[in-house]
């Protein structure tokens, strides 16, 4: 019987369901579930999270998935880089060496500059990775170290993604003025509507800014 179900799960992952503790438990048989569908790994034991090739697989198809790897993973930078490069979201379940690790904070910032909140403060005071995240994402430069948000390169590349976020801008002649005015602005603007052109706003609705960065990437500011 239990030559027969894994054959049954490599062509079905669902048939795991059927599967007895033992098989599901057994690391070949859930990493050939998981190749089919990341769903599977909630039909695998548990144990299963703890073994790296399964988990590499699930985190490669939906990054954020890295909660549920073993804190061993959760540390490991390879499961850590998989999951990076499809959700930056990723970064928020890694652990705290890996959310100080600068290779791991690029990878994420590259993603979605929105990041830069959740890495260390080290790393938002780290010209390289600012630079990165402010041209993903504009507004993140209010996430930046004082010092680098009075840089006028970080702060040009920053408003060139986005011109309202001068708003964020420190020490800089007309910044403030210049972020209200673009507040002003992105006002006008109603509805779900995008203009999609550079210092354009998108109005989610009611929806916070938090909630609009996690479900479309952006935030108006």
Not at 149 to 177: F, I, M, S, W, Y
């Amino acid at each position: 019987a239990y030559s027969v179900a894994p054959q049954a799960v490599k062509a079905d992952w669902r048939a795991l369901r059927f599967c007895s503790a033992e098989i599901r438990a057994d690391p070949r048989v859930a990493l050939a579930a998981v190749n089919q569908s990341w769903r599977a790994l909630e039909l695998a034991s548990p144990t299963v999270r703890a073994d790296k090739e399964v988990m590499l697989s699930v985190v490669a198809q939906k990054g954020d998935l890295l909660h549920l790897a073993s804190p061993d993973l959760r540390n490991d930078s390879e499961v850590v880089s998989a999951a990076l490069a499809h959700s930056w979201k990723a970064l928020l379940h890694a652990s705290d060496r890996l959310k100080g690790d600068k290779g791991m904070a690029l990878l994420a910032v590259k993603t979605n500059g929105y990041a830069l909140r959740h890495v260390s403060a080290a790393l938002r005071a780290d010209r390289q990775v600012v630079l990165a995240a402010v041209s993903n994402y504009g507004h993140a430069l209010r996430f930046a170290e004082r010092e680098l948000r009075k840089d006028a390169k970080v702060v040009t590349v920053a408003t060139a993604q986005n011109r309202t976020a001068l708003r964020h801008a420190r020490g800089l002649p007309g910044a403030e003025a210049a972020g209200t005015h673009g507040l002003a602005r992105a006002r006008l603007v109603k509805g779900d509507e995008y203009l999609g052109r550079p210092g354009s706003i998108h109005v989610h609705g009611h929806h916070t800014a938090e909630k609009a960065v996690l479900e479309r990437g952006y935030p108006e500011f």
